[in-house]
């Protein structure tokens, strides 16, 4: 398997413990300065180190009850970048569906996620997520 199959295969594996909930898993995945960096300007946007995603992951199932469904479109990998085209499909605890579109983009190193960028419908996360509510200045 060459490396670019191999980091395919551990991006897959960890969106599915996301898709999970498997908290251990997604931090274990994580390097120890590894950040997930949500786009946009919205109440969720921003750079979080490993810690705090560990904290996010946690509450997954309390804004999502039923769970929050992926669906893979498409991977690419060169290199150490992975990146991936998905969906999402889930019933947020307001009762709102929740159904977005993404595009993630991985940086591996050492066979872990240094970085993680998450672009997304920021306009449906203030919606559905955030309640409406938006960031001051």
């Known amino acids: 398997m060459t490396d670019p199959e191999r980091n395919k295969a551990f ?18 995945a994580y390097t120890e300065d590894g950040y ?9 946007s921003g750079r979080f180190p490993r810690d705090a995603v ?9 804004a999502f009850p039923q769970g929050l469904d992926f669906q893979i479109l498409t991977v690419t990998a060169e290199g150490d970048r992975v990146a991936v085209e998905a969906t999402s499909r889930g019933m947020h605890v307001s009762g709102k569906l929740y159904a977005n579109h993404y595009h993630f983009l991985f940086r591996l190193r050492d066979g872990k996620i240094a970085v993680m960028k998450e672009f997304m419908d920021t306009e449906h996360v203030t919606e559905v997520l955030c309640g409406g509510a938006r960031p001051s200045v």
Do not use: N, P, Q, Y
Not at 36 to 44: D, F, N, S, V
């Open 11 to 28: 991006v897959l594996d960890f969106l599915d413990a996301v898709r999970r909930g498997d908290v251990a898993k997604i931090v274990a």
């Open 36 to 44: 997930c960096e949500t786009m946009g300007r919205t109440l969720i």
């Open 54 to 62: 560990a904290a996010a992951s946690g509450r997954i199932f309390e």
